[in-house]
């Protein structure tokens, strides 16, 4: 699935793509009760999609593998965040004298739901660019990330969707050049809560993340990966023993590097090449059929992103 195929019968198309934390530093907390992070973030070229059409009025409809998990509507804090995307980019545009007409947008949900990859940060950020192109409204760059904020912490990142670094809660945003390789994500498809992992983490003052400039680039740069950390990772084992299990199968089939991402349980492997990486996906469904198992590659991030919006 690549953000060519569209969805048929739509205007538009986007790809959600799923978010991977590298490295995901717990280094404070502020007084309202975010913490505050420091993240290598990357993204996979796969994910849910969003079709995006004019219609005569407002109308959502979902399909795929995890579409029975959702909310189907946008009230409350735990509505479905495109349609939250929807309705708080709509006031804005109207605020300021634009269009907003009535749109269907059909979500199709491939990623699990309360997984660590992103999920519902990354509709949330594709339904507010895809409706931004449908609508034809121009918005300030910066406008939208703060739109994006409103819907997540997770938001902002998800809108970039090129590796980079995260810092704050998730707003201070810096690219940074990263290959493009083979990856394989795993989740024993035991959903995980955010806020429970980040209650029970005891320690919220970790070491910050080093990055050694040039660390990154050439062949060792999953080398420099092993210096770091990610800090939600004893709480959810703590919390679901069981996901230790998807760790150790990564390591036994093969990866070069495995960690957890986000508040988990999805854990990621990395490999040397999309062979191997097609080999273990191939064992690991087989051994574990109920799993998901999801064999992608990273997005490049090597190219100069400069003045890209
Ligand atoms: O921002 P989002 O809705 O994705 O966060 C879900 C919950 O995760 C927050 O309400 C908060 O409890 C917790 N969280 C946190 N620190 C962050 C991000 C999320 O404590 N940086």
Redesign the pocket.
């Known amino acids: 699935m690549t953000t060519e195929d569209g969805i048929p019968g739509f205007a538009l198309t986007r790809l959600a793509p799923a978010k991977i934390n590298l490295a995901l530093h717990v280094v404070g907390q502020r007084p309202d009760?975010?913490?505050?992070?420091e993240s290598l973030v990357t993204f996979a070229d796969a994910g849910d999609r969003i079709g995006f059409s004019h219609w005569a009025e407002d109308r959502f409809t979902v399909s795929g593998r995890f579409s029975t998990d959702l909310p189907l509507t946008g009230e409350g804090a735990s509505g479905n965040l495109v349609l939250r995307a929807r309705d708080l980019l709509r006031a804005h545009l109207v605020e300021r004298g634009m269009a907003a007409g009535p749109v269907h947008l059909h979500l199709e949900k491939n990623l699990p739901v309360a997984s660590g990859i992103g999920g519902g940060?990354a509709d949330a950020a594709a339904a507010l660019l895809g409706l931004l192109e449908l609508w034809g409204a121009r918005f300030d760059r910066g406008h939208l990330q703060d739109i994006a904020l409103k819907l997540?912490?997770?938001v902002p990142m998800c809108l970039e969707g090129r590796p980079l670094i995260a810092r704050g809660?998730?707003e201070e945003l810096e690219g940074l050049p990263l290959p493009s390789f083979p990856i394989l994500l795993i989740n024993p498809l035991i959903a995980v809560s955010?806020?429970v992992i980040?209650r029970t983490l005891t320690n919220k003052t970790n070491p910050a993340l080093v990055i050694p400039r040039g660390a990154l680039v050439g062949s060792d740069w999953i080398e420099a990966l092993k210096d770091m950390r990610n800090d939600l990772e004893p709480p959810a084992r703590i919390l679901e023993p069981a996901i230790g299990a998807v760790s150790d199968t990564l390591i036994e089939a093969g990866a070069a590097f495995v960690r957890m991402s986000g508040s988990g349980a999805t854990y990621f492997g990395l490999f040397e090449t999309a062979d191997e990486r097609d080999a273990a996906a191939a064992v690991l469904s087989t051994d574990h059929p109920n799993w998901y198992v999801l064999a992608c590659n990273s997005v490049n991030g090597e190219e100069d992103h400069h003045g890209r919006h």
């Open positions: 009760g975010y913490h505050l992070l940060s997540g912490a997770d809660i998730g955010t806020p980040f």
